[in-house]
């Protein structure tokens, strides 16, 4: 039956969903730990203080630089394989381009994580796009991803994420954002988007923070999976 979803349908299909994943597989913790050299929970006791994140500070830290810096070598071989050998069955095997380089989130204690309430189609993204969420450390309470339920219902919901599991939410449809980490430890989690190739099209929009092009071979794969 879920086979009869329709690719346009599928990210309400997929929104407030959660999905556990063997970690021993995709041990992404482990490997950020060892590059940071300490527990993910603990990274805010190395990096200084910070005003409150906005839009464009909220990819800012030193936290981040080592992240997307090391990306290619350490990160990308193990982020290659979960997307494509675990994320196919749960998007009922519609083929899609992924994000190359994920979105680092970083929700340090009394900061937030996301500098504003959006949806992402205020930021250009287009609604052949599904999300999902991948929490590393603390992605939980507080720190939580705050949505809204239906579309512009201003229902909320706070959504959690142990490591282990990710979650897929409309973050076209839905506003959605952080409120303050009031916990005594840094929230780590990754996220990233797949454009579903059915209904994909083609624009000249750009990522805001990347600058790149919503298309495969730039902001997505090249590749179909
Ligand atoms: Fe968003």
Known sequence: MDNNIDSSDLRSYLHMKSFQYPVAKYPFKELLESLYGCELSDLHKYIGGFDKFDRQHDQSTLIHKVFYSNFKEKIKPIY???????????????????????TLRVGLPKNVFVGEFHKDSFYNHQKYELNFN??????????????????????????SCPYGNIFSFDHIDCLHGSKINNSNKTMVSFDFRLALKEIYFSSESKSVNMKSLFKPGEYFSKEVI
Not at 80 to 102: A, D, S, T
């Open 134 to 159: 991948l929490g590393l450390a603390n992605y939980e309470g507080d720190a939580s991803l705050v949505t809204e339920i239906i579309p512009n219902s201003k229902d909320w919901v706070k959504l």
């Open 80 to 102: 290659e394989n979960f997307i494509k050998e675990f994320i196919p069955k749960i998007v009922l095997y519609k083929p899609f381009y992924y994000q190359i380089i994920p």
